[in-house]
């Protein structure tokens, strides 16, 4: 998340297909392109173009794509314009959580098809949060309860873990949601983990921003939570 001198906020999440240094590297590189780009005041609008030409001579194999959401909040906090790469619109926190709504997806980065990304502007009325996040947390499959045997599986598949998907996620957050803002990425991480029984197979990440509104005195707090950390391991 950056704020740029006009007091726009321009955030990103994005996903690197696949596992490994390689794809951990070219993440890293993207995320470093993109700050420079935003940085250096290029028009939104041409920014994610901009990210895949550094995409395509970077990555390590021709079928490696990114997807990833662009979402820049105007400099009056009242709305925001989204881009869509292959990616999942963001969750709008306020009385209970939703998906933002979106008609228009462009492709991921890196896909060798026609299209490009266009921004949608969603209006927003203060307060109001938005939850950016990677596919990690919905393809989390559900363990099975030890109180009722059979539960966590998918209906006539034998063997198949039913995945938490976004209506999962979506009541995750919501329960989470009724106990305050404070410390809330690391309570969903740890909601979503109980219902998975586990550590996640899939690498997941979640940045949420938002505004309380002109009449809110206290500033914000930037944080940020290592979920490998030794804490999460116990």
């Given at each position: 998340?950056?704020?740029?001198?006009?007091?726009?906020?321009?955030?990103?999440?994005?996903?690197?297909?696949?596992?490994?240094?390689?794809?951990?590297?070219?993440?890293?590189?993207?995320?470093?392109?993109?700050?420079?780009?935003?940085?250096?005041?290029?028009?939104?609008?041409?920014?994610?173009?901009?990210?895949?030409?550094?995409?395509?001579?970077?990555?390590?194999?021709?079928?490696?794509?990114?997807?990833?959401?662009?979402?820049?909040?105007?400099?009056?906090?009242?709305?925001?314009?989204?881009?869509?790469?292959?990616?999942?619109?963001?969750?709008?926190?306020?009385?209970?959580?939703?998906?933002?709504?979106?008609?228009?997806?462009?492709?991921?980065?890196?896909?060798?098809?026609?299209?490009?990304?266009?921004?949608?502007?969603?209006?927003?009325?203060?307060?109001?949060?938005?939850?950016?996040?990677?596919?990690?947390?919905?393809?989390?499959?559900l363990a099975e309860d030890p109180a009722v045997p059979g539960t966590g599986f998918v209906p006539g598949a034998p063997g198949r873990r039913e995945r938490l998907g976004v209506a999962g996620l979506l009541a995750a957050?919501?329960?989470?949601?009724?106990?305050?803002?404070?410390?809330?990425?690391?309570?969903?991480?740890?909601?979503?983990?109980?219902?998975?029984?586990?550590?996640?197979?899939?690498?997941?990440?979640?940045?949420?921003?938002?505004?309380?509104?002109?009449?809110?005195?206290?500033?914000?707090?930037?944080?940020?939570?290592?979920?490998?950390?030794?804490?999460?391991?116990?």
């Amino acid at each position: 998340a950056v704020e740029r001198s006009d007091g726009s906020v321009l955030c990103l999440i994005g996903d690197v297909a696949g596992h490994g240094p390689d794809e951990a590297a070219l993440g890293a590189t993207l995320r470093t392109a993109w700050r420079t780009l935003v940085l250096s005041d290029v028009a939104p609008d041409q920014i994610l173009p901009l990210v895949e030409r550094v995409l395509v001579p970077e990555r390590a194999r021709p079928e490696v794509f990114v997807t990833l959401c662009q979402v820049v909040i105007s400099a009056d906090r009242s709305g925001v314009d989204l881009y869509l790469a292959g990616h999942m619109p963001p969750l709008l926190l306020q009385d209970s959580c939703s998906e933002l709504p979106t008609t228009s997806r462009g492709r991921a980065l890196g896909i060798p098809v026609g299209g490009g990304w266009s921004a949608e502007h969603v209006e927003l009325e203060a307060p109001w949060a938005l939850m950016l996040y990677t596919d990690g947390l919905i393809e989390a499959t559900l363990a099975e309860d030890p109180a009722v045997p059979g539960t966590g599986f998918v209906p006539g598949a034998p063997g198949r873990r039913e995945r938490l998907g976004v209506a999962g996620l979506l009541a995750a957050v919501d329960t989470e949601i009724t106990h305050g803002g404070e410390g809330l990425v690391e309570r969903v991480f740890r909601r979503v983990r109980d219902l998975h029984g586990g550590p996640l197979a899939d690498d997941a990440a979640v940045l949420v921003v938002g505004w309380g509104g002109p009449d809110q005195a206290a500033r914000g707090e930037r944080t940020a939570t290592l979920a490998d950390s030794d804490e999460w391991s116990q």
